[in-house]
């Protein structure tokens, strides 16, 4: 069983097959993936959806697609991811998001972030979750601080699957913890 998480202007939801052709264009945005290594050509956006479909279906949860509720529009996805590749994070427990360009700027990071992170901290008991970015994505970094996530800079990295010289291959690391979190979502089933 899949949660569905929702907030004042935003659901959390499963994806759906409608949702891959926004998504897929949105990771070939070059303003969306500026700080990823690469844009994604159709196969790897379809390939990232089905992942993320299928670990919500295994897990009930994991980075959700990201519905406007006033419109009903794919805005991009926002959620959690227990880490299992080879970083040097701990815990292993991270909140994250990626929105289209044309969701920026009207604090859905934010506000979807804050209801995922309240969904680990309530029901899947995680005491701490970490975010991270590559150190030059100033705008991921504010959606860090509005969340009350602290920088971590004896924890920044250098990310194992960039290489040495790529501009993007420092990384910084944000934590909160259960208690620094806030509410103000609603976990339905």
């Known amino acids: 069983m899949s949660v ?12 759906r097959d409608a ?16 700080f990823f290594p690469a844009l994604y ?5 379809e390939e990232t959806a089905a992942s993320m479909r299928g670990e919500i279906e295994r897990d009930g ?8 509720k ?14 299992t590749y080879d970083i040097p994070v701990h815990p292993k427990c991270e909140v994250g998001w990626r929105l ?5 700027g009207h604090g859905y990071a934010t506000e979807g972030a804050r209801a995922a992170l309240q969904f680990a901290f309530d029901t899947l008991g995680w005491p701490e979750v970490v975010a991270f970015t590559a150190a030059l994505n100033q ?7 509005r969340l009350g996530m602290v920088r971590d800079p004896d924890a920044d990295f250098d990310h194992p699957r960039l290489k040495e010289g790529d ?15 806030g509410g103000g979502v609603n976990t339905l089933a």
Do not use: C
Request: aromatic share 10%; no cysteine; charged share 35%.
């Open 100 to 104: 289209a360009f044309d969701a920026w």
């Open 61 to 68: 949860y994991g980075f959700w697609a990201v519905e406007i």
């Open 41 to 45: 050509d159709r196969a790897r956006a």
């Open 19 to 34: 949702d891959i052709d926004p998504w897929a264009e949105m990771n070939a945005d070059p303003r969306v993936m500026e």
């Open 4 to 15: 569905k998480l929702e907030t004042p202007r935003l659901i959390l939801r499963q994806w």
């Open 139 to 145: 705008r991921s970094r504010r959606v860090m601080d």
């Open 167 to 181: 501009a993007l291959r420092r990384h910084v690391l944000y934590r909160i913890r259960r208690e620094r979190a």
């Open 70 to 83: 006033a419109s009903g529009a794919f805005a991009g996805m926002i959620g959690l991811n227990e880490i």
